[in-house]
């Protein structure tokens, strides 16, 4: 049975009927403290239970971490965890001394309540290694295909950065035809980030830019300033991770962007294709 959380009802629904699975119901509450609550209204017992709860706000982790329990209190056979989007995973590594690994310690709150994690596109792949129970990566970049116009003219798909070319190579691919680039990034201090085009020639061309997660928008709108500066025809945007934290969306409006295209990994007013059919082929794996 696929159970959700309140973070992720649109990805568990289309799961549910990705697999041919019941999707059951899940109550959720807050008490006036703050403290949240669930509870699962289907019979489990001696069911699998897929659970799909991705964290991009902290009380979505502990949504996650209460479902998990409620599972197996429910008597369920085994927990299969989904983590569509996972929170604090950018931080795989201490950069400065006393810091946390962020990453590593919500893995390992996460492990304690399942027997498998699948996560789908983590910024870093390392991520996996950090839970003590087997983990994959799902790969759903190439759902961003789906949503694209047909008859693109001479597409380029672009990465953010020279590291992000494969997730624009796989989106290539699933669309069938074009070429693939990727920005030239230099990180100054903190978020002072300058994004310069490649040399290959945009002009007149339809533009594909593929990132796996947009958070501000304020990276992606300068590169698209960059591409207008070049004479570029139409601009589409397309991620995995639709965070689009303050004013992320009107950013990429002002940048002129023909069009946003994510999945509902993060379920925001740009989702337009869903994820679960990769999610539900690596399960099946």
Excluded: W
Excluded at 42 to 62: F, K, L, Q, S, Y
Excluded at 63 to 81: C, P
Excluded at 215 to 231: C, N
């Amino acid at each position: 049975m696929i159970l959700s959380t309140a973070a992720s009802q649109a990805l568990g629904t289309a799961l549910a009927d990705a697999l041919g699975e019941p999707h059951g119901v899940v109550a959720y509450e807050q008490f006036p403290d703050g403290e949240r609550f669930v509870q699962i209204e289907d019979d489990i017992a001696g069911e699998r239970a897929v659970i799909v709860g991705g964290t991009p706000a902290c009380e979505d982790h502990i949504d996650l971490l209460l479902l998990q329990d409620a599972a197996r209190e429910a008597g369920a056979s085994s927990v299969v965890t989904i983590i569509p989007y996972m929170g604090y995973a950018r931080q795989d590594k201490q950069f400065s001394a006393g810091e946390p690994v962020s990453a590593r310690a919500m893995a390992k709150a996460i492990s304690t309540g399942t027997d498998r994690v699948l996560v789908v596109n983590p910024h870093e792949q390392s991520v996996c290694d950090f839970f003590s129970v087997p983990a994959t990566a799902v790969d759903a970049a190439g759902r961003l295909a789906v949503p694209l116009p047909d008859g693109l003219e001479s597409p380029l798909f672009l990465a953010p950065d020279a590291g992000a070319t494969e997730l624009a190579e796989t989106v290539r691919d699933a669309y069938g035809t074009g070429t693939v680039d990727h920005f030239e990034k230099v990180r100054h201090a903190g978020d002072d980030v300058e994004i310069t085009p490649g040399e290959t020639d945009v002009s007149g061309r339809d533009v594909v830019v593929v990132d796996d997660i947009i958070a501000t928008g304020s990276t992606m709108s300068q590169a698209i300033g960059a591409l207008d500066d070049r004479g570029v025809g139409r601009v589409f945007v397309t991620c995995v991770h639709p965070l689009f934290a303050r004013n992320a969306r009107s950013k990429l409006a002002a940048a002129g962007v023909d069009a946003i295209y994510a999945t509902d990994t993060i379920e925001r007013s740009v989702t337009t294709v869903s994820a679960a059919p990769a999610v539900a082929d690596t399960l099946d794996q």
